[in-house]
């Protein structure tokens, strides 16, 4: 059902402007004006023919590209040219006219301008459909197209008042000039021009979505985290973020039911957390993070069945507030958090207590398995800000525009990976509003660690963040090379390892093909070895010790592995 509605919204809202050609359809008995988009046309031609050579016309640019239809006859070849820049009208004119004269092209045919899709053109096929007003009718069906030289291809089945008819093999109109005719003379009942009309999967009916170019950008395509192919397989269910920032707006419908019951206040050291009036920065950063799917309220996060973690703080300066930001992300870890997002910087010095808190979480967090703690990098366009920099397992996120270049973002060898760097997101007060910055590309990349730990919950920490920088999409602008302790693919000084990939990181953690050798050790403590496969040889694990292996595929053991009495042994 809702596919019918989209299609019919976008024939309804077709351009009526109209042009010099006076390219048109009817539809509900109304006719609907096209508007010709004078950067492509389409031209079919006689298959042995090579269209480029004729592409010197008017000393034009041209882009070519090779057009099949199931319905494509073998003596045919299609090809939609694009132009560098939109002609005049005059200039569509005559490049029209010069492609129609040379003996080797069969048809040209426009192109139209559709509103609701920008630079995604609206095509003509070579069929179109016909309906008639009785069964009896098919003789006078077949009667017209004999006169008007057209193919009755066949009954639509389950809508068999319905015929797809197409043009011949040597037919200069278009479809949708006979369409018009055929619709014209009134002998039918209906007719639908088949305008080939862009069809695509509902991401989500969240009404706002159309605003979120980070999560799908229609205007420079893959320039987005692509997550839609993701939430096909995961949308985060079970997995814990840790927001920690100036307070989340617990009543804001489109985050209510993600909030965790649990929070915690670092500025008090006591539960729950505070929400101060005024406050915006973390409500927006928990909506990117995971405000509510398909609810029919204005926005979507990242992983939109997450559980949200609130941890605050007023971020007003007092001689405690290193070891209140410890204490917020020791409560975090220690209270089951599996991310931990981090939008804000320390301006003027460094802590021993604030990176301790950090080690602590990537390595104790997640009962020894480490929690994906994420930082952004600043925005002073210079060197990444601490305490993103403190430790080289930190996610250190940049920011890029929708254009994929770089925003005001800090760069440098810590950095990881870029998120887009501008959203719309939630607001105090069931608001929505648009912020930008670093810290709007942080809590992307939370996301993203927390539908790749649903699809797979026994990954380490390191594999995690293994996951998404080799995942990361390459941009354009942007020279990617082999670099020294870089070890996770080509790596770029400006943008890390490229743009996060949410599709592609959740595809990457279904298959977790990497091994774990443990090799070669003598057991003399409780010791916890995990991976994704796990391949354990020549290990002595002795008395009052216990080894764990906790893999999330497979476990080999296998040469030269004892138990001693005593000892204890666990796989998972």
């Given at each position: 059902m809702k596919k019918g509605i989209v299609f019919l919204v976008l024939l309804f809202f077709l351009s009526a402007?109209?042009?010099?050609?006076?390219?048109?359809?009817?539809?509900?008995?109304?006719?609907?004006?096209l508007t010709v988009d004078r950067s492509c046309l389409k031209v079919v031609t006689h298959s042995h023919f090579q269209l480029p050579s004729i592409l010197s016309i008017n000393n034009k640019n041209f882009g070519v590209e090779m057009i099949s239809n199931e319905d494509q006859l073998e003596s045919?070849?299609?090809?939609?040219?694009?132009?560098?820049?939109?002609?005049?009208?005059?200039?569509?004119?005559?490049?029209?006219?010069?492609?129609?004269?040379?003996?080797?092209?069969?048809?040209?045919?426009?192109?139209f301008e559709s509103p609701l899709l920008e630079n995604n053109p609206i095509g003509i096929s070579d069929i179109f459909y016909v309906k008639l007003k009785k069964n009896g009718d098919t003789t006078l069906l077949k009667t017209v197209a004999k006169q008007k030289n057209i193919r009755i291809v066949k009954q639509i089945p389950y809508a068999t008042e319905w015929y797809i008819l197409s043009l011949n093999a040597t037919d200069k109109t278009t479809s949708l000039e006979v369409a018009n005719q055929f619709f014209e003379m009134g002998c039918f009942a209906d007719i639908d021009p088949a305008l080939m009309l862009s069809v695509e999967h509902t991401c989500t009916n969240d009404p706002e979505f159309y605003r979120l170019w980070n999560l799908k950008n229609t205007i420079c395509p893959g320039i987005d985290i692509n997550v839609c192919k993701a939430w096909e397989i995961t949308r985060g269910a079970g997995v814990k973020i840790a927001v920690f920032d100036d307070g989340i707006d617990r009543n804001h419908n489109d985050l209510r039911g993600n909030l965790s019951s649990l929070s915690f206040d670092a500025k008090s050291g006591q539960s729950p957390s505070v929400f101060t009036s005024g406050n915006t920065h973390g409500t927006h950063v928990a909506g990117i993070v995971g405000a509510i799917r398909n609810n029919g309220l204005q926005v979507v996060g990242v992983a939109p069945e997450s559980s949200i973690i609130e941890i605050s703080h007023s971020f007003v300066q007092s001689s405690t507030i290193l070891a209140e930001f410890a204490s917020g992300i020791n409560w975090a870890w220690q209270n089951g958090a599996d991310v931990i997002n981090c939008s804000w910087k320390v301006i003027g010095g460094r802590s021993p207590l604030l990176d301790n808190a950090i080690l602590n979480a990537i390595t104790q967090g997640r009962n020894g398995k480490g929690c994906v703690v994420v930082f952004a990098s600043g925005n002073d366009g210079s060197g990444v800000s601490y305490p993103a920099d403190s430790h080289p397992d930190i996610l250190t996120v940049g920011a890029v525009n929708?254009?994929?270049?770089?925003?005001?973002?800090?760069?440098?060898?810590?950095?990881?990976?870029?998120?887009?760097?501008?959203?719309?997101?939630?607001?105090?007060?069931?608001?929505?509003?648009?912020?930008?910055?670093?810290?709007?590309?942080?809590?992307?990349?939370?996301?993203?660690?927390?539908?790749?730990?649903?699809?797979?919950?026994?990954?380490?920490?390191?594999?995690?963040?293994?996951?998404?920088?080799?995942?990361a999409k390459k941009l354009g602008q942007f020279n990617y090379e082999i670099t020294a302790n870089r070890p996770n693919g080509l790596w770029n000084y400006y943008t890390g390892y490229g743009l996060a990939d949410a599709y592609a990181a959740v595809s990457a953690a279904f298959l977790c093909t990497g091994i774990t050798n443990f090799m070669n050790q003598t057991v003399n403590s409780n010791t916890t070895v995990t991976g994704c496969n796990i391949n354990v040889e020549n290990v002595t694990v002795t008395n009052g010790s216990n080894a764990l292996f906790d893999a999330t595929e497979t476990t080999t053991i296998s040469n030269n592995f004892e138990v001693l009495p005593g000892a204890t042994l666990e796989v998972k």
């Amino acid at each position: 059902m809702k596919k019918g509605i989209v299609f019919l919204v976008l024939l309804f809202f077709l351009s009526a402007r109209g042009n010099a050609q006076n390219w048109y359809y009817h539809y509900n008995g109304e006719k609907i004006n096209l508007t010709v988009d004078r950067s492509c046309l389409k031209v079919v031609t006689h298959s042995h023919f090579q269209l480029p050579s004729i592409l010197s016309i008017n000393n034009k640019n041209f882009g070519v590209e090779m057009i099949s239809n199931e319905d494509q006859l073998e003596s045919q070849k299609i090809t939609k040219l694009t132009f560098a820049s939109a002609l005049n009208e005059t200039e569509y004119s005559n490049m029209v006219k010069i492609l129609k004269e040379d003996p080797n092209v069969i048809r040209v045919s426009p192109y139209f301008e559709s509103p609701l899709l920008e630079n995604n053109p609206i095509g003509i096929s070579d069929i179109f459909y016909v309906k008639l007003k009785k069964n009896g009718d098919t003789t006078l069906l077949k009667t017209v197209a004999k006169q008007k030289n057209i193919r009755i291809v066949k009954q639509i089945p389950y809508a068999t008042e319905w015929y797809i008819l197409s043009l011949n093999a040597t037919d200069k109109t278009t479809s949708l000039e006979v369409a018009n005719q055929f619709f014209e003379m009134g002998c039918f009942a209906d007719i639908d021009p088949a305008l080939m009309l862009s069809v695509e999967h509902t991401c989500t009916n969240d009404p706002e979505f159309y605003r979120l170019w980070n999560l799908k950008n229609t205007i420079c395509p893959g320039i987005d985290i692509n997550v839609c192919k993701a939430w096909e397989i995961t949308r985060g269910a079970g997995v814990k973020i840790a927001v920690f920032d100036d307070g989340i707006d617990r009543n804001h419908n489109d985050l209510r039911g993600n909030l965790s019951s649990l929070s915690f206040d670092a500025k008090s050291g006591q539960s729950p957390s505070v929400f101060t009036s005024g406050n915006t920065h973390g409500t927006h950063v928990a909506g990117i993070v995971g405000a509510i799917r398909n609810n029919g309220l204005q926005v979507v996060g990242v992983a939109p069945e997450s559980s949200i973690i609130e941890i605050s703080h007023s971020f007003v300066q007092s001689s405690t507030i290193l070891a209140e930001f410890a204490s917020g992300i020791n409560w975090a870890w220690q209270n089951g958090a599996d991310v931990i997002n981090c939008s804000w910087k320390v301006i003027g010095g460094r802590s021993p207590l604030l990176d301790n808190a950090i080690l602590n979480a990537i390595t104790q967090g997640r009962n020894g398995k480490g929690c994906v703690v994420v930082f952004a990098s600043g925005n002073d366009g210079s060197g990444v800000s601490y305490p993103a920099d403190s430790h080289p397992d930190i996610l250190t996120v940049g920011a890029v525009n929708d254009n994929g270049m770089l925003a005001m973002s800090n760069y440098g060898p810590l950095l990881d990976l870029v998120a887009p760097c501008c959203c719309y997101s939630t607001m105090p007060g069931n608001q929505i509003g648009y912020k930008s910055g670093t810290s709007m590309a942080a809590p992307h990349v939370a996301g993203i660690a927390a539908i790749v730990l649903s699809v797979k919950p026994g990954l380490t920490g390191q594999e995690v963040r293994d996951i998404i920088e080799k995942t990361a999409k390459k941009l354009g602008q942007f020279n990617y090379e082999i670099t020294a302790n870089r070890p996770n693919g080509l790596w770029n000084y400006y943008t890390g390892y490229g743009l996060a990939d949410a599709y592609a990181a959740v595809s990457a953690a279904f298959l977790c093909t990497g091994i774990t050798n443990f090799m070669n050790q003598t057991v003399n403590s409780n010791t916890t070895v995990t991976g994704c496969n796990i391949n354990v040889e020549n290990v002595t694990v002795t008395n009052g010790s216990n080894a764990l292996f906790d893999a999330t595929e497979t476990t080999t053991i296998s040469n030269n592995f004892e138990v001693l009495p005593g000892a204890t042994l666990e796989v998972k």
